[in-house]
């Protein structure tokens, strides 16, 4: 890095209030490539210096023809604004993001294009919707007969937003169509994970005679301080980790590791039988019967607008194409859903748990440490 030339000026300058990179910040910056002395000689820095020097004004250096030479600007015309400050700042960040002129974006929105407006910038454009407020000032300024020319770009946007039916229930309908089938990726896995782990872990045999051996080893320790159980919660089965013989070298897992192997080989394989309990161990219900019902709430919200524009000439295409597909993939889901819920149901009671006071999550997580355990 060379060090700069010190610049002698004619006069007293204003300072130009930055903040400069420290020398080892310039490295791979685009500052590492550039050289502005090379520039001195192509600048008319005299005439920099007559315009900005400090104290009072001597006359501007004089064209070829003898006239003052000045400094031209085109003033934009001043325009106002209805909205806040920090929401004309939103609006205007989001609007930069928007390659289409507002009438496009009207177009694009009435017709639920989603290939005209991607995703991305539906999402975007329901962060800023004009609230109540916002629709009345619209509306007043337009009942006034007042000039659309002096408001502001982000103001003309907005305007043509307020015109737009049912403005929100669109951008919804556009939402919804174009991440239903990735919730619909999301949301099946996780379905099918409790229905294969539920109805696995209910009909394996295997894990029965597990829990057969589990029960009477218990009942043996205990015999002489507890007595004999009929049965235990699923909770238990972490215990046997943490239950050490006298010399603490060996625990009650081990010791049922080494009886399965030499009394029961045909048992050391019971975790085949059991499908999907990992997956199954970080499902939450709860999340899906939330996820179900926004899926209605958007599935209703497209069928009505369906009905509503049915007999019009601009009826979107994308609505009955969606719709002849989406309905019967979502009726499917609720289905499997409402096997989930009863297969998972079935379990728990199959094991003595109570399916309202334990998730698929907290119950499954239970066998799968003790699978890990035993292996």
């Known amino acids: 890095m060379t060090i700069k030339k010190k610049i002698q000026t004619k006069y007293r300058l204003p300072v130009l209030n930055w903040t400069p990179l420290k020398p080892q910040q310039l490295k791979g910056t685009i500052f590492s490539e550039l050289d502005d002395e090379r520039l001195y000689n192509v600048i008319d820095f005299n005439e920099f210096e007559d315009i900005f020097r400090l104290g009072p004004a001597g006359p501007l250096s004089v064209a070829g023809d003898g006239t003052p030479k000045t400094l031209k600007r085109n003033k934009k015309a001043e325009t106002i604004s209805l909205l806040e400050p920090n929401r004309l700042r939103n609006v205007a960040i989001t609007r930069r993001k928007i390659e ?106 295997k894990f029965r005679k597990i829990m057969e051996i589990i029960l009477a080893l218990g009942n043996y320790m205990n015999s002489n301080k ?64 939330t996820d179900i019902h926004e899926l209605e709430r958007g599935m209703e919200l497209t069928k009505r607008e369906s009905i509503l524009r049915k007999d019009s000439r601009d009826y979107p295409p994308i609505l009955k194409d969606f719709l002849s ?51």
């Not at 050391?268 to 999340?287: C, G, H, I, Y």
């Not at 609720?334 to 999550?361: H, W």
């Not at 119950?363 to 292996?375: A, E, G, L, M």
């Open 226 to 289: 507890r007595g004999a159980v009929y049965g235990f919660k699923l909770q238990s089965l972490d215990m046997l980790v943490d239950t050490k013989s006298g010399d603490k070298k060996t625990t009650l897992m081990d010791f049922l590791a080494l009886t399965v192997h030499d009394k029961f080989p045909d048992l050391l394989n019971f975790d085949s039988e059991l499908r999907f309990l990992d997956k199954a161990a970080v499902v939450s219900m709860e999340n899906i019967n």
């Open 100 to 205: 289409l002129s507002n009438d496009d974006i009207v177009r694009a929105i009435n017709g639920l294009d989603l290939k005209k407006l991607s995703l991305d910038i539906v999402d975007i454009m329901m962060t800023i919707l004009p609230n109540e407020q916002e629709v009345k000032a619209y509306k007043n300024f337009e009942r006034d007969k007042q000039p659309v020319a002096v408001l502001s770009d982000e103001d003309k946007f907005m305007l043509q937003m307020v015109k737009v039916e049912r403005l929100t229930q669109k951008l919804q309908i556009m939402s919804f169509i174009g991440n239903f089938d990735d919730n619909i990726r999301q949301l099946q896995p996780q379905v099918n994970a409790v229905i294969s782990a539920s109805m696995s872990l209910k009909n394996s045999h």
């Open 325 to 375: 597909g989406a309905e019967d993939v979502f009726k499917k889901l609720i289905g499997d859903v409402k096997t989930a819920q009863d297969a998972y149901k079935k379990v728990v009671e199959f094991y003595g748990e109570n399916p309202r006071s334990i998730s698929p999550a907290q119950f499954f997580s239970q066998i799968v440490r003790f699978v890990n355990s035993f292996k």
